[in-house]
């Protein structure tokens, strides 16, 4: 965890910065297979805007980084997972003719960086992308990281509603509540393998306020989410 002052800027990822994010993702999830390099590769192709680098000022290391890609919400289910979302992980189904909603893909600190703001920034980086770009939200799937600890007294969907109304912490769906999200969903089979969510995730968003007020129409078939209650879907 860090605890000094740090000095971070957030900037689009380079190809240069492909062996740093791959050394990044290893030190994050070090039993996951990382990012490859052609993947990377592909998100610089179809979308650079989209990508982001957290570099540590003086040392020029790599602390974080932000993936996303631009979908038309409607091709999908609310139940699709991470690979169907994001194309295996190569963003090849960026689509930013038809598609009004940015999707989160990733986002990783590395952990001599964590507690030093460095998410916050990532997180703000990519709504300033929504914003400029007139795009309606922001949506994602949160990996439930702290369900393992519960799943043999509780379902995921009642662990969320307990994370939602403060009751139980979870490092990652926390994280994003103060960040502005609110849950629309809890779906199974998101992520293959993953031991700490068990495959677990709670669907994300992040209104773009700015194109709401000037969408009267989009605005008035949105369903508001009183606080411990979630959605079985949205529409666009």
């Known amino acids: 965890m860090m605890q ?75 139940e699709s997972n991470w690979r169907d979302f994001t194309a295996g992980g190569l963003f090849t189904n960026h689509d930013p003719t038809r ?37 309606r939200r922001i949506r994602a799937g949160s990996r439930l990281r702290g369900f393992h600890y519960v799943a043999d007294r509780m379902s995921a969907q009642e662990y969320v509603r307990q994370v939602v109304r403060g009751k139980l912490t979870d490092p990652t769906l926390n994280f994003q509540l103060k960040q502005g999200f609110r849950v629309l969903a809890v779906v199974s089979g998101y992520l293959r393998n993953d031991p700490e969510s068990l495959g677990q995730a709670a669907v994300i968003e992040w209104i773009n306020r700015k194109v709401l007020a000037e969408d009267r129409r989009w605005a008035r078939s949105q369903t508001t989410l009183s606080p411990g209650s979630l959605a079985s879907n949205a529409s666009i």
Do not use: C
């Open 4 to 78: 000094q002052p740090i000095h971070i800027v957030i900037r689009n990822t380079r190809p240069e910065d492909i062996p740093g994010i791959i050394a990044l993702t290893m030190a994050v999830y070090p039993d996951s297979r990382p990012w490859s390099e052609t993947q990377l590769a592909s998100h610089l192709e179809v979308f650079p805007e989209g990508q982001f680098v957290a570099v540590e000022r003086e040392s020029k290391h790599i602390a974080g980084m932000s993936a996303s890609l631009i979908i038309p919400w409607d091709d999908y289910e609310m």
């Open 99 to 135: 598609g009004r909603t940015l999707y989160g893909a990733e986002v990783m600190v590395h952990p001599d960086f964590q507690g030093g703001g460095v998410g916050k920034k990532l997180y703000r980086a990519r709504r300033d992308l929504v914003e400029g770009l007139g795009l």
